[in-house]
Structure formats: structure tokens, C-alpha cells
């Protein structure tokens, strides 16, 4: 039978993704198509209503296109409020917990022809042990962490994945050198919160694990999928300077740049600490690449507000910002909040920050014309190869096929945004 598996969210569901589809692929099933596929997995997301309208959307499609197909839907949606599924018929549904068993489900439901509903406390569950052979990418992400505690008070996501629970360090490390064994150049350590790992481990933390992984033969490049500014102590700054392979970029979320809008939201500091420890960072990687991620239209954000927000984000000097309209989540603390912004604001909001952040990441790649980097070419396209930089600069040169997945140098002339133009 063939499968198809759409993947909506964030980097930990594409990864749970490639987990089920190396269950699938190992047990006999075979990856179609959207087109002419048997069995259909919906991995939705529910961090905003849009999420959970995307993910409906899909499943509605699929059921209304393949009729007679077999439609998984599993994730956060799911896991959130599996009643959005009442009334459609969808075979099999799971929440956050049970991925790695979908062979288990699927062939269970051929065999008994009956719904299966399987959505388990996830406040309660056990990490789930997911482990990829090969990610058939250049760069392979690792799930090393589930989880979060932070309960910001506009966020779903601790209902969606329950309290912190990594992965044992034997586990990513030997996960790791199998990636490495298949010719993979870059690993990029990704999770819920993902500076939090170990913090349910005895005697082992986040910072342990970056030392036990930098001692692994092949990997050469080490990225983390992102981190919260809090977590970013004196230890992390000793292995960011001692580091050879973690790489000169790092996403590090800050949501706003107003400290009465990050004390509404429940985020755990203020903007002068943020700009504090950017600049403890910039001293020990001066060309390093920060990028953030940005709420705007928080209940309560005045125009006043958000061009301190403005403010704060052009000091900072990101060089790219992932911004996001406030999404009203029911059961968050959010949605007890008073003034609540209209739509057409927090769209104008939106465009703002994009034409803002547009320019910063033209003149973070500006810095670079006329010198020598490395990067690592991911996809060959009409006589040119195209991939990123350490610092995520994304290169274009001249190349063939037999140049991908292999670390190249290049000198960079100009720049036409997205790419920098390199020879």
C-alpha cells in the first residue's frame, strides 16, 4: 500500500514525520503521492487558529479526494481538541504520543475496520524514543527534547505537548553517528524547548550534551533549532567560544520588544536583559547571525507599545524576524486579557516588521560581500548549486550535482536578495 504524509508546523513535526514514514517504508508500505496514495497521515499544528484551520482544510480535502482512503490524523490539533474531528470521518486519530507505533495503528484498523481514537494524557506520558537512520537531507535534524513548562500566557503548546522530557544522551549520540555514517554534513538539534533538555535527566544538562556531541568524528556543523534567551549562561558561553562545529547562527525568540507587553505574556525577562546577552554573544561571534520571533497585536499593545517594539528590534539588530499576528488560544491566560487588537492593526503590524526585518537581512548579507565563506550546497538547479552558510546566508554559485552535501568555498560578489551570488 502507498502513503502520503502531510507534515503542517513546526521542525519537531517534521521530524516525527520522517520517523513515521521510516516505519512505514521499513514494514513494506511504499511513499506515493498526493495523488495516488492509499493511506493519508495528517501531522497537523495548533499553535494558532490559522494552524488549526490549515490542518481542517487538509483533512477535509482528503476525505472529499480519496474517499476510500485511510486518513491518519495525529499532532497538536489532536492532541488539543480532537473534537474538531467529531464529525468527519477519519480513520485512525492520535494526539502527540504514539508516532512512532502508526504501523501498529494502520495495520490494526486494516484488520478490524473501526475507527481507532487514541489521545493519551500527554501531561503524563513518557519522551517517546524516535530515531532516524536518514533524514535524505543535507541537514538532518534530531529530536533531542518534547515538552515545555514555560506556560506563556499565549500559548498552547504545554496542553499540546505536555511537561519536558528528553532524550537520553547514549540515544542522540549514537542517533548522530548513524546520520553522520550516511553522509550527512550538518545535524541541527531541534525540540519543543529544547535549551531545557535535561532538566529531567539526573546530573545532565543541555550544555553536557553540546560537549559529548562536539566529540563525535565527521560532524561538521552543529546547529540548534532555537533557544531561549534565559538559557543562555556562562556554560553556554564557554562552549560558544571553545566551540569548532556550532555554528555562527542562533534563533533566540523574544516575542517582544516591550517590557510591559513580555510581562503580559508571561515571558521570564525583560528587553534589557535580552539586549544584554546579545551583546555578550556578539563579543565572543562579532558575525554571528540572530534571528527572532515576533508576536505583535498582544492584547494591550498600544501603538506607543509597539514602536518600542520597533525600537528595540532595530538596537538589537536581528538579522531576520519571524513575525506573527497574536492568535487568541482558548484556555490560555491571553484570553482573559482586556483591549484585544482588531485584525486590520495586527495585519499593518505584521507588514511593518516584515519590510523592517527585509532590510536587516540585506544589510547583515551586505557584511559579507567581497570575502570568503563556506557553505553547503543543498539543491542543484539549472546549472547553479544553492545552499546555506554557517551563518545562514543563502549562497548561489555555479556548480553541477556532484557538488551537493559536500563543504565548498566561495567568494561572495554581490548580493540579490534571498541569495547572495558567489563564485
Given at each position: ?104 495503528y494502520i495495520e490494526e484498523y486494516k484488520k478490524n475496520k473501526e475507527k481507532i481514537v487514541d489521545v493519551q494524557d500527554i501531561m503524563i506520558s513518557d519522551f517517546e524514543d524516535m530515531c ?110 571553545s566551540s569548532k562545529i556550532l555554528v555562527d547562527h542562533m534563533h533566540i525568540p523574544i516575542q517582544s520588544g516591550s517590557n510591559e507587553i513580555l510581562k503580559l505574556m508571561n515571558r521570564k ?155
Open positions: 500500500m502507498k502513503f502520503f504524509i502531510y507534515t503542517l508546523g513546526c521542525k519537531v513535526n517534521t521530524y516525527e514525520s520522517n520517523v513515521m514514514k521510516d516505519k512505514l517504508l521499513n514494514n513494506g508500505y511504499i511513499e506515493g503521492s498526493e495523488i495516488d496514495s492509499d493511506i493519508y497521515i495528517i501531522n497537523t499544528c495548533t499553535v494558532t487558529n490559522t494552524s488549526d484551520n490549515k490542518s481542517l482544510k487538509v483533512v477535509r480535502r482528503v476525505l472529499k479526494n480519496k474517499p476510500n482512503s485511510i486518513v491518519v490524523v495525529v499532532g497538536c490539533m489532536t492532541q488539543v481538541n480532537s473534537k474538531l474531528l467529531d464529525d468527519l470521518d477519519v480513520s485512525i486519530i492520535l494526539g502527540n504520543s504514539g508516532k512512532s507505533r502508526i504501523v501498529e532516524l537512520n536518514n533524514f535524505n537531507k543535507t541537514r538532518a535534524f534530531v529530536k533531542i527534547e518534547d515538552g515545555c513548562e514555560n506556560f506563556c500566557s499565549y500559548c498552547i503548546i504545554p496542553y499540546a505537548r505536555g511537561k519536558v522530557r528528553s532524550k537520553k544522551p547514549k540515544i542522540v549520540i549514537r542517533e548522530i553517528k548513524n546520520l553522520i555514517d550516511d553522509g550527512h554534513k550538518e545535524i541541527v538539534l531541534t525540540g519543543i524547548h529544547t535549551g531545557h533538555y535535561g532538566s529531567d535527566l539526573e546530573g545532565f544538562s543541555f550544555f553536557k550534551l553540546l560537549r559529548e556531541i562536539e566529540k563525535i568524528e565527521g560532524l561538521e556543523r552543529l546547529r540548534i533549532s532555537s533557544i531561549e534567551i534565559t538559557e543562555l549562561d556562562d556554560e553556554f558561553m564557554e562552549v560558544l567560544n525577562y525583560d528587553k534589557e536583559y535580552f539586549i544584554d546577552k546579545i551583546e555578550k554573544i556578539r563579543t565572543i561571534r562579532p558575525n554571528i547571525s540572530i534571528t527572532t520571533d515576533l508576536i505583535v497585536g498582544f492584547p494591550g499593545e498600544t501603538e506607543e507599545l509597539f514602536n518600542e517594539t520597533i525600537e528595540t528590534i532595530n538596537k538589537i539588530n536581528f538579522s531576520k524576524i519571524h513575525v506573527f499576528p497574536f492568535s487568541l488560544r482558548k484556555g490560555t491566560k491571553a484570553e482573559e486579557l482586556p483591549n484585544h487588537i482588531d485584525d486590520v492593526t495586527k495585519k499593518e503590524r505584521v507588514k511593518s516588521i516584515l519590510k523592517i526585518s527585509e532590510e536587516l537581512e540585506k544589510e547583515y548579507f551586505n557584511r559579507f560581500v567581497g570575502k570568503e565563506v563556506e557553505f553547503l550546497p543543498e539543491i542543484y538547479k539549472e546549472g547553479y548549486i544553492i545552499g546555506h552558510t554557517g551563518n545562514y546566508l543563502l549562497i548561489k554559485t555555479k556548480g553541477n550535482i556532484d557538488d551537493l552535501n559536500e563543504i565548498k568555498n566561495v567568494k561572495i560578489e554581490k548580493t540579490e536578495y534571498p541569495y547572495c551570488i558567489g563564485k
